[in-house]
């Protein structure tokens, strides 16, 4: 091999030209957005830092997750694991290799450490975001795994089924979890390709999930995108810029567990696999889509009036009871009913195929961070399984929860207080 | 299982919408030019109601209805006596635009925006000029909308009434243990559920209470389960995981339960005078495409009847209901849109025939007996309707 090594962040400065032109057409292509809004987004997302990355970063568009249990029984081996992912985290979000070698530039008769599909391409704004699930800290026959049991944080349990749920276990729970969001989706399956890859023999793939076409807005230099239902999605997220919101809603507080002081500025992540029954919603009259979700399906709008950001008037009559339904989506997860909670919503659009009487495998896979499930999640999913409109059109076929733990310093290792603190 | 929002509040409505709708689908006749005369615009203000024309050519008329002002609004299109209303829009929040699309003959109007929805409203004359390419509107219209109601109205009645006569019967078989003439009347008694079962739905509080299947019920936040798909579970207990079969005392508790909540159910069916219930002709339209969409979602699936399979009972059954609300608004249809009427007769024609072949005997094959294949072919004649069917309620009320 000559010349200088190959490798993607060797390509940064062409790559992030071409990121730049991209960003424009991308801009071009949304409707007349407020030219303020659309900030130049960063090349690539350093991974160290107070708080994991791909929480409040603003939201790619393409995702990977991946949820995996661990098959060692050896913590030491574990441990070993976080580091080596740890390491090629940190180099895959700088738009390097999963190893230090890399694709091209090791030995010819042994594989690379890198697989190479990202070799030419910019870092693609990937951020990798690790999670621990329930299963980490003692098993189903309630065994401690690893020593970790007194450290299981107390709202750190399996989610309980929902009214209307069709649970597949096989798309639900897992140990462990990794979030690759990236601008290109090659960018972030080459991440979880290569983490999975190194983890084997450590860990197995439970379940992952691909997504396009992000469904929140979790920065104000974003505009608000649509999921499949054509709607625009994620107006009342919060957002990166409401730091008093975060700490009130996504982060975990020095107060709020005991034991589990290792996850204090970390989260909990929820996801849920929610399957529309898009050939059913696109046969619904307009009126009836916009009642459903309480919204206009054009600017996005509450029925109340106004324009996308203005705040629902729930009071406001119309001519046959209040004009936004009691049952329309935006009413029944509002936190104005819902004691006020907020959650920082991440998900993504699917499209898995088709299924097999020939309708769209398709949906919303719904990721949202905060700070304790049992107030910021359970009842808000609850109320919406018992009272919104939407629920005909929808169908709850995975989900899982894990605790997402703070930000990794330069030298340590992600979730380094879990195991050492 | 869920209550339709569309059919409630449209049944809770004692006007009915004349030939109106706030759909783009209306066909607009004409080349571009006279389109555009067609095409109007309001702006409804707190004090005043500005059109951008005082007249149009006959034919299918738009208005873009913007609300300029603070208050929900409304628009109407009103009859030359000023009472008939002719064509309406509702709720139309604050800075916000609906469209009303309506067939309007040559003559004499008036226009209104209401702002808070009260009162006379801001009226002005307005005026339908002559044209060549305008659509005859049927005098006999109203005939046909007030018989397809009535007739609607007797169907629910009567199947109300069967559902509570079968009811009573399988009830008194559950609760005195003869197991196999409860199993052979369940599939039965509840075609008259499933036949009428946008209607029931639209009962937000007995609907859950009466046919919530397992899965829809959220145990760990304490909800109960009870009516059809309890008793279905412990009739056909084989493919429940340790089933406890319920003692004597449960099952009269179970279903005596049931049958309390049909008879009062058939009550507010049956009733007269100022709590009668009335069903639009949107209703009737929506019904028919409501329980086509309750084919999709859940019978085509094996959710309904999880534990007795006799889903296909259940699908002709709504599949029933859909056509004799289709057949009753079939005369209005033929005369707004014929080709829709011709091909929504053969789609239905078309979804019987694959039906039938699934049956046996009085009833049907179960449905753990169908084959990936055959629940396809059942898939693509639903979709084949259903998507047509969706425009019904646009087409007979433009």
Redesign the interface.
């Given at each position: 091999m000559t010349g200088g090594r190959l490798s993607r962040r060797g390509l940064l400065g062409g790559g992030a030209a071409a990121a730049g032109v991209a960003g424009a057409f991308a801009a071009g292509r949304l409707a007349a957005p407020d030219p303020e809004r659309v900030a130049a987004p960063a090349a690539s997302y350093p991974f160290h830092g107070e708080r994991q990355a791909g929480i409040v970063t603003p939201a790619q568009d393409r995702l990977h997750f991946v949820a995996l249990d661990v098959t060692t029984e050896d913590r030491d081996e574990l441990v070993a694991l976080l580091k080596a992912w740890t390491d090629a985290a940190a180099r895959m979000t700088g738009g390097g290799s999963a190893g230090p070698v890399g694709a091209v530039d090791g030995p010819g008769n042994a594989p690379p450490d890198d697989t190479g599909e990202a070799l030419d391409l910019p870092p693609g704004r990937l951020t990798i975001t690790f999670g621990f699930g329930p299963g980490l800290f003692v098993d189903a026959d309630g065994k401690d795994r690893f020593g970790l049991a007194e450290r299981r944080p107390e709202a750190l349990e399996r989610l309980p089924r929902f009214s209307a749920d069709v649970l597949d276990p096989a798309r639900s729970d897992g140990d462990l979890c990794i979030q690759a969001c990236a601008d290109d989706p090659q960018v972030a399956v080459h991440a979880i390709r290569n983490l999975v890859r190194i983890g084997f023999g450590t860990t197995t793939v439970r379940w992952s999930q691909l997504g396009f076409g992000r469904t929140s807005t979790t920065s104000t230099s974003q505009s608000t995108p649509r999921n499949l239902f054509g709607f625009k999605d994620g107006t009342a997220n919060i957002k990166a810029e409401e730091t008093e919101a975060l700490d009130q809603h996504v982060w975990v507080g020095a107060q709020d567990d005991a034991k589990a002081a290792w996850l204090v500025g970390g989260s909990y992540l929820v996801t849920r696999r929610i399957n529309m029954t898009i050939e059913v919603w696109d046969r619904q009259s307009l009126d009836a889509q916009e009642q459903f979700i309480g919204r206009t399906k054009g600017t996005g709008a509450p029925l109340s009036g106004g324009e996308e950001m203005t705040e629902p008037d729930f009071s406001m009559q119309g001519s046959a009871g209040p004009i936004i339904p009691v049952d329309s989506h935006v009413r029944v997860v509002h936190p104005d009913t819902n004691d006020g909670v907020r959650i920082l919503r991440r998900g993504y659009n699917f499209v898995d195929g088709s299924n097999d009487v020939g309708g769209l495998d398709a949906g919303l896979f719904f990721i949202a961070y905060l700070r304790d499930p049992r107030t910021h999640f359970i009842p808000l999913q609850r109320a919406m399984s018992k009272s919104d409109a939407l629920m005909e059109y929808l169908r709850f076929t995975g989900q899982a929860l894990f605790a997402v733990p703070p930000g990794v310093g330069e030298g340590e290792y992600v979730g380094q207080a879990l195991f050492e603190g | 299982m869920?209550?339709k929002?569309?059919l409630a509040?449209a049944a809770?409505?004692a006007v009915v919408p004349m030939l109106s709708a706030?759909?783009?689908n209306a066909s607009s006749g004409g080349g571009d030019a006279k389109a555009d005369a067609r095409a109007l615009t309001v702006g409804s203000s707190a004090d005043a109601c500005e059109l951008s024309a005082t007249e149009a050519p006959a034919g299918t008329l738009s208005f873009d209805v913007t609300?300029t002002g603070?208050d929900?609004t409304?628009f109407y299109l009103l009859g030359s006596d000023g009472l008939r209303i002719v064509g309406e829009v509702?709720?139309i929040?604050?800075?916000?635009t609906k469209k009303l699309t309506v067939n309007a003959p040559e003559g004499d109007y008036f226009t209104a925006c209401k702002p808070g929805?009260v009162g006379e409203g801001i009226r002005a004359a307005f005026k339908v000029t002559h044209s060549e390419d305008e659509q005859a509107v049927s005098a006999s219209d109203q005939e046909l909308i007030d018989q397809a109601q009535t007739n609607y109205r007797a169907y629910v009645q009567d199947q109300s009434a069967q559902l509570l006569v079968k009811t009573k019967e399988f009830v008194q078989l559950y609760e005195g243990g003869k197991d196999d003439e409860a199993r052979a009347l369940y599939p039965v008694a509840r075609e008259h559920w499933e036949r009428i079962e946008t209607v029931a739905e639209s009962f937000g509080d007995l609907d859950p209470l009466t046919d919530a299947r397992e899965?829809?019920?959220?145990f760990?936040?304490g909800?109960k389960w009870t009516g059809w798909h309890r008793i279905e579970k412990d009739l056909w207990p084989q493919d429940a995981k340790g089933y406890t079969a319920l003692t004597s005392a449960e099952r009269t508790t179970y279903g005596d339960d049931l049958l309390a909540n049909v008879t009062e159910l058939d009550g507010r069916i049956q009733a007269t005078g100022s709590d009668a219930l009335t069903y639009p002709i949107d209703a009737i339209a929506n019904g028919s495409?409501g329980l086509l969409?309750e084919v999709?979602?859940g019978k085509?699936t094996g959710?309904e009847e999880a534990w007795s399979h006799t889903d296909l009972w259940d699908f002709q059954a709504n599949v029933d209901g859909a056509r004799v609300a289709y057949e009753g608004v079939q005369g209005l249809l033929e005369g707004k849109d014929p080709e829709l009427a011709k091909e929504l007769t053969a789609k239905f024609a078309a979804l019987q025939s694959v039906l039938d072949q699934y049956r046996d005997g009085d009833g049907f094959v179960l449905y753990t007996d169908l084959t990936?294949a055959d629940?396809?072919k059942m898939?693509?004649a639903v979709?084949a309707l259903?998507?047509p069917?969706?425009k019904l309620?646009?087409a007979v009320t433009s």
């Open positions: - | 869920r209550i929002t569309l509040s809770a409505l706030c759909t783009e609300n603070s929900v409304e509702e709720n929040g604050p800075n916000l929805m899965a829809d019920v959220d760990a936040a909800e495409i969409e999709a979602n085509i959710e990936p629940t396809k898939t693509d979709n259903s998507e069917l969706s309620t646009a």
